[in-house]
């Protein structure tokens, strides 16, 4: 019986790498088999596998699926020391995949001013003020989450919608201030932290980047782009003064809680959107003592004289009991819309500008020789319609000069503003589109206002229509962007409705399979990964997400309302709510 057990996983690993999905293993009930360590029973499972659609349970022996079926399947593998949960009722997916998130910067934001529920200008100084009073002195100040589009007033005064300085200075007149905007592609810094970088009316912008100025020629504050790495190198430079015990302490606590946001929000696996080598190492080191509850996949990304010397060296796939791979590397051609950074083919709707473009094109191209050399994915954000074209002519240039390789699945994270026109290039090139619905949502209330009626509605997080050219699309949150809770992720995707109740371009919303399948398989399958997760198949790992309630079916606007029981990495419950 072992035997014909071994046998059958290995056939069912065999049939997942070879596409095709391997059924329940239905045995006689009562039949004897080796017991399995976990078992969950008396719920509805949603298997994502097109053969087996739905279960009612579900048994994981060691990391890895050997069961799903009916209850009376299943109950042959619980023996004495099977952990068994019943599920009364509740649904269970596959282990949910954040297909684009930073993960560290979800750690490093649980330990910063959280900024996004501020209502206002006047709230974030508020904030600030409170900070400086229990800071030490020269200590810096940091936050993330401010978007002005989303205050219920404009600031006064200000510059392109964006405050000044003045009101953040005087609060916090010793420690320097550096606060990120929600998109992180634009930071907002104080006189002092100004002062300390050597910033002045006379600094000019640097390549990809702006320092907004007012009237008379002074720096507001705000930093747009690469005009922000002016500020974070003071950052640094300060942060450099640590020990070499109390910054790997810190990294190790960046881990630990981003780690701990992650699960309890039902995610079993994040794709981090690119960190560089030390990151990496460290999170070895921490596979390496078995401390990593949840799988990461990782874009390795630093400057490009780098990138040829370590891309050999960092590239790993399933290190450690399958916790740990790093085989995409990241770059960045333009920046955020909130921002006016997206690179547009025509201006802004809203201001006379086209956006920036950040990393050079034939920086991207040596990124895109580098990665067909070195076997790795090329992962490009890329939201204005100008940056994704200009992508996706680097990916078609690359691959007719490769055409031995196969197979490579290039990825544009964001893909958010496109012309129709390089719509049908996703799928006729195999390009996926790692997208976000949380952002449609998010943004849509100044959307209109940055690209106009017709942009907006030919191209902006079109979904159905990249999925209709044959396109591969993910989901994700792009996390602390965004909350990484994929639930109201998921509602996003399937309704599209904004706070006020209206709907934004209602006809390239996912069904709920579509979305949940955004959520599992599909992101699985953008980082290669689709023969191990994404789906509950026997020989697959055990991976497992249980709801509170059934959003495959319960009225729309129930959605967000649903929320994470149990969140199992590798047949281990590492989240159980209270």
């Known amino acids: 019986m072992k035997r014909i057990l071994v046998v059958l996983a290995i056939f069912g690993a065999a049939a997942s790498l070879a596409g095709v999905a391997a059924g329940p293993q239905r045995g006689t009930a009562g039949a004897a088999a080796a017991p399995a360590d976990l078992v969950l029973h008396g719920g509805k499972i949603i298997t994502v596998d097109d053969s087996h659609p739905e279960a009612q349970a579900i048994a994981v022996r060691g990391d890895t699926i050997v069961a799903v079926g009916s209850d009376a399947d299943v109950t042959r593998y619980i023996g004495p020391s099977t952990r068994v949960i019943d599920l009364n009722g509740a649904l269970a997916v596959p282990g949910l995949i954040d297909g684009h998130a930073h993960f560290t910067g979800v750690g490093e934001a649980a330990m910063n001013l959280k900024l996004a529920q501020a209502k206002d200008w006047d709230d974030i100084v508020r904030m600030v003020g409170e900070a400086a009073k229990t800071a030490k002195p020269g200590e810096w100040i940091l936050g993330r989450g401010w978007h002005q589009e989303k205050w219920s007033t404009r600031p006064t005064p200000n510059v392109e919608g964006f405050p000044v300085h003045d009101a953040l200075s005087h ?17 907002f810094a104080n006189a002092k932290a100004m002062q300390i970088a050597g910033v002045t009316r006379t600094t000019p912008n640097p390549a990809g980047g702006k320092i907004l100025k007012d009237a008379n020629g002074e720096p507001t504050g705000l930093f747009n782009e690469r005009a922000q790495e002016l500020i974070s190198r003071a ?11 109390e910054k790997e302490a810190q990294a190790r606590k960046v881990i630990e809680l981003a780690s701990r946001e992650a699960l309890s929000k039902g995610l079993t696996t994040v794709n981090d959107a690119g960190s560089g080598p030390d990151t990496i190492t460290l999170m070895k080191t921490v596979v390496d003592e078995g401390k990593l509850p949840l799988r990461v996949w990782m874009m390795l990304r630093e400057a490009p004289d780098r990138l040829a010397i370590d891309m050999p060296k960092y590239r ?9 791979t790093v085989r995409g590397i990241k ?12 690179w547009m083919l025509q201006p802004y709707a809203d201001l006379e500008t086209t956006g920036l473009n950040t990393d050079s094109l034939d ?5 895109a020789e580098l990665a067909i050399k070195l076997n790795y994915q090329l992962c490009v954000h890329a939201i204005g319609d100008r940056g994704n074209r200009e992508v996706l002519n680097i990916y078609e240039e690359t691959f007719k000069k490769h055409p031995e390789k196969k197979d490579l699945r ?3 994270e964001h893909a958010q503003h496109l012309s129709a026109a390089d719509i049908p290039r996703f799928g006729r090139l195999g390009v996926i589109a790692s997208m976000q619905a949380i952002h449609a949502t998010s943004d849509a209330p100044y959307v209109l206002a940055r690209l106009g009626p017709k942009r907006a509605e030919e191209g902006a997080y079109v979904w159905q229509s990249l999925m209709k050219t044959g396109a591969v699309v993910s989901n994700g949150t792009d996390a602390p962007v965004e909350d990484i809770d994929p639930i109201p992720n998921l509602y996003a995707a399937i309704s ?11 006809g390239q919303r996912m069904s709920r399979m579509e979305a949940l399948r955004s959520y599992t398989i599909q992101a699985a399958y953008a980082g290669f990964e689709e023969s191990i997760k994404g789906s509950l198949v026997a020989g697959k790992l055990g991976d497992i997400t249980v709801l509170s309630k059934d959003i495959m079916t319960i009225p729309e606007d129930d959605i967000p309302t649903a929320r994470v029981l149990y969140t199992i990495v590798g047949g281990k419950v590492q989240y159980t709510a209270r």
Do not use: C, E
């Open 363 to 367: 920086d991207i191209r040596q990124s």
């Open 410 to 412: 290039w990825r544009i």
């Open 316 to 324: 790993v796939v399933n290190y450690g009991d399958k916790r740990f």
């Open 331 to 342: 770059r960045q051609i333009d920046g955020a819309l909130g921002s006016r950074g997206a």
């Open 235 to 245: 950052l640094s430079a300060d942060r450099a003064k640590r020990t070499p015990a």
């Open 496 to 506: 599209r409705k904004l706070k006020d109740g209206t709907v934004f371009y209602p």
């Open 171 to 187: 609060v916090s007149p010793n420690n320097p201030v550096l606060l990120t905007h929600a998109s992180g592609h634009a930071a």
